[in-house]
Structures are given as structure tokens and as C-alpha cells.
């Protein structure tokens, strides 16, 4: 059965700063993945995904993501966070052509940001 | 560009009492989903949908959940009888084939 960790429940940074987000899962073959973020009170917004090809995924503001297949990771990144982007945050893999449950959701990271 | 609608956006009710949550899914979209995820914690899998049945469905989703996809436009998910437990943002996605899934905003359910 696939499954996604996400080992750090909250993160704070500074405005400014760097941000990576882990992301490990566990699937029998080449997964899809998907990042969402998720404002307080709000619906799940697709951040960016991989599918194939480049590992290294960029998706809209500012973030971008590296699949890593001898880790199963799959970490968000962004080099310069900004008051805007706390919010929570899930990492989701996917079964391509499953007509079932197409994803499972780690639990996610509430990301806090400092001024 | 294409989204999909979720209504109501928030419904109180009594527990015992039966809800309707419905949703819009994206036209030309072939499956269809319900997820929920209960304050505080991850979001799960309830059940899917496509041509005219459920594909799939989670442990959650007892006897006492049903979906419909009753005039090729709307999908909805009925709760008969709702318990305390129920209580959760139930988001709606659908898809066109493979590919990611487009959420909805969400409907909270509020059971007292």
C-alpha cells in the first residue's frame, strides 16, 4: 500500500530565508507526487507535481520540488519565503492510472513564518 | 478556467439528521472523488466514481454514505444519519483521465 511521511509537523522560518519541506513515500512503482497547499480555511491548492522526466519540478509561486528515487523523497523547496506563504502544506502520491483512490495525503507541514 | 463548485461552503447540523453535500465537478472530467479531512488532521480518501458507479471506497465510507451522479452535472455525497464523528471539511476532486486531481474548495460539516 503507498503511504507519504512528512516528519516535520510544524516549521517556522524567517521571512526571507530558505525553506525545504521532506516528503518521503512509499509506493511499488514510479509514483506520481504532488504538492498542495492549503490556507487556513481554504481548499487544497496544487503547488506542482512529477510525472515523469525531469526530477527536478518547478511549480508556481516561486516553488519547486526533486524527485529523488533512491530516497523515495520528494522535497519542496523555495529559496526566499515570503509572509504569504504560511500555510499547511501536503505532500501526495498518486497512482497514475488507478481508477480508485488516485492519491494519498501525508499528514502535512504547517509552515509559520517570522517577520 | 474550469474549477470545481462545492455547496454549501458550511452546514450546521443535528446529529441524526441527514446532509447533502454537493459539488460541480469540471465538465469534461471522467472520475470523480470525495475526500475529507477532519480539523487538525490529514486528508483521506472517502471514495471514487466513474462511469456510473464507485470504483473504489475507503473504510470510512460505511453504509451510511452514499454518492450520485444524478444529472451528468452534479455529484453529491449524501450522509443519512450523521454521527458527531462526521464533523470535517469534505473536499470534492475530479479528473480527466490520468493526471492530477482538481479540488474543490470545500464543504465543512459541522454536526452538534
Known amino acids: 500500500a503507498q503511504s507519504v511521511t512528512q516528519p516535520d509537523i510544524h516549521i517556522t522560518v524567517s521571512e526571507g530565508a530558505s525553506l525545504e519541506l521532506r516528503c518521503n513515500y512509499s509506493?511499488?512503482?514510479?509514483?506520481?507526487l504532488f504538492w498542495y497547499v492549503q490556507s487556513p480555511g481554504q481548499g487544497l491548492q496544487l503547488l506542482l507535481k512529477?510525472?515523469?522526466?525531469?526530477?527536478l519540478v518547478q511549480g508556481i509561486k516561486g516553488f519547486e520540488a526533486e524527485f529523488k528515487r533512491s530516497q523515495s523523497s520528494f522535497n519542496l523547496r523555495k529559496p526566499s519565503v515570503h509572509w504569504s506563504d504560511a500555510a499547511e502544506y501536503f505532500c501526495?502520491?498518486?497512482?497514475?492510472?488507478?481508477?480508485?483512490?488516485?492519491?494519498?495525503f501525508g499528514g502535512g507541514t504547517r509552515l509559520m513564518v517570522k517577520p | 478556467e474550469p474549477e470545481v463548485t462545492q455547496t454549501p461552503s458550511h452546514q450546521v447540523t443535528q446529529m441524526g439528521q441527514e446532509v447533502i453535500l454537493r459539488c460541480v465537478p469540471i465538465?469534461?472530467?471522467?472520475?470523480f472523488y470525495w475526500y475529507r479531512q477532519i480539523l487538525g488532521q490529514k486528508v483521506e480518501f472517502l471514495v471514487s466514481?466513474?462511469?456510473?458507479?464507485?470504483?473504489?471506497k475507503s473504510e470510512i465510507f460505511d453504509d451510511q454514505f452514499s454518492v450520485e451522479r444524478p444529472d451528468g452535472s452534479n455529484f453529491t455525497l449524501k450522509i443519512r444519519s450523521t454521527k458527531l464523528e462526521d464533523s470535517a471539511m469534505y473536499f470534492c476532486?475530479?479528473?480527466?483521465?490520468?493526471?492530477?486531481?482538481?479540488f474543490g474548495e470545500g464543504s465543512r460539516l459541522t454536526v452538534l
Open positions: 512529477y510525472f515523469s522526466g525531469d526530477t
Open positions: 466514481f466513474y462511469n456510473n458507479e464507485i470504483s473504489e
Open positions: 476532486a475530479s479528473r480527466l483521465t490520468t493526471g492530477e486531481l482538481f
Open positions: 465538465s469534461n472530467h471522467l472520475y
Open positions: 509506493y511499488g512503482a514510479t509514483p506520481y
Open positions: 501526495a502520491v498518486g497512482a497514475p492510472n488507478n481508477a480508485g483512490n488516485m492519491l494519498t
